[in-house]
């Protein structure tokens, strides 16, 4: 089944503590993009990749880094969580830049953070 | 960066009614998606639309690619339970920038 595998799906976790939140897919996309969504301000982009070894800053990216190494795996790293980054995060991925809008994402199920 | 404006934020509907949302921007779009989130999950394509005017249907959806290019609406006919979610407009600039609206909060009654 294609798909987006986001993991954790729920993470709590202490201030100033490193956390990665993985993200693959198994449909070959070049492109892949994190999101963050919270209440009243909709899906946010916080980094994007338009291929391996290729990331770009989002909208939201303080706080926040990636990598892309390999074509399937996107990672969002936090070095030093707070908890102004507790929020829902979406992986999501396209089989090109363009075919967003051909096709659109497909999205993770998401997972949600909270930093205490 | 530029948001689109969806309204309303939350709707609160009798099973079998009809559900209008839109979405408006200062920007002109070259496409418009929208998608629906059900609770505890990630968005999912529901409609795409590549053209000013069009009016494209997904079953009981209507959705429409406003005339200016700058805004679409979403139409549910008869709505049942399982409609219950938040939709997303998504808007792809001509840079090849997405963007999202903030969502629509659909709950029905039965």
């Known amino acids: 089944e294609a798909q987006v595998t986001q993991n954790p799906r729920y993470l709590i976790t202490v201030t100033g503590k490193k956390l990665t939140v993985t993200c693959s897919q198994n449909?070959?996309?070049?492109?892949m993009s994190w999101y963050r969504q919270d209440p009243g301000l909709g899906l946010r982009q916080i980094y994007y990749?338009?291929?391996?070894?290729?990331?770009d800053k989002g909208d939201v990216p303080e706080g926040y880094k990636v990598s892309r190494k390999e074509k399937r795996n996107f990672p969002l790293i936090l070095e030093s969580p707070s908890p102004n980054q507790t929020s829902l995060y979406f992986c999501?991925?396209?089989?090109?830049?363009?075919?967003?809008?051909?096709?659109?994402?497909?999205f993770g199920s998401g997972t949600r953070l909270t930093v205490v | 960066g530029q948001q689109l404006n969806q309204s309303p934020q939350s709707m609160f509907i009798q099973e079998g009614e009809d559900v209008s949302m839109n979405c408006t921007s200062s920007?002109?779009?070259?496409?418009w998606l929208w998608y629906k989130q059900d609770p505890g999950e990630g968005p999912v394509l529901l409609i795409a639309l590549y053209k000013a005017g069009e009016l494209t249907s997904n079953g009981r959806l209507t959705a429409q690619f406003g005339i200016t290019r700058k805004d679409s609406f979403l139409n549910i006919s008869a709505s049942i339970p399982s409609d219950v979610g938040i939709y997303f407009c998504?808007?792809?600039?001509?840079?090849?920038?997405?963007?999202f609206g903030a969502g629509t909060r659909l709950t029905v009654k039965p």
């Open positions: 449909m070959n996309h070049e492109y």
């Open positions: 920007s002109i779009f070259n496409t």
């Open positions: 999501a991925s396209s089989s090109y830049p363009r075919d967003r809008g051909l096709n659109g994402y497909t």
């Open positions: 998504a808007g792809l600039l001509y840079n090849n920038d997405m963007r």
């Open positions: 990749s338009m291929n391996v070894e290729v990331t």
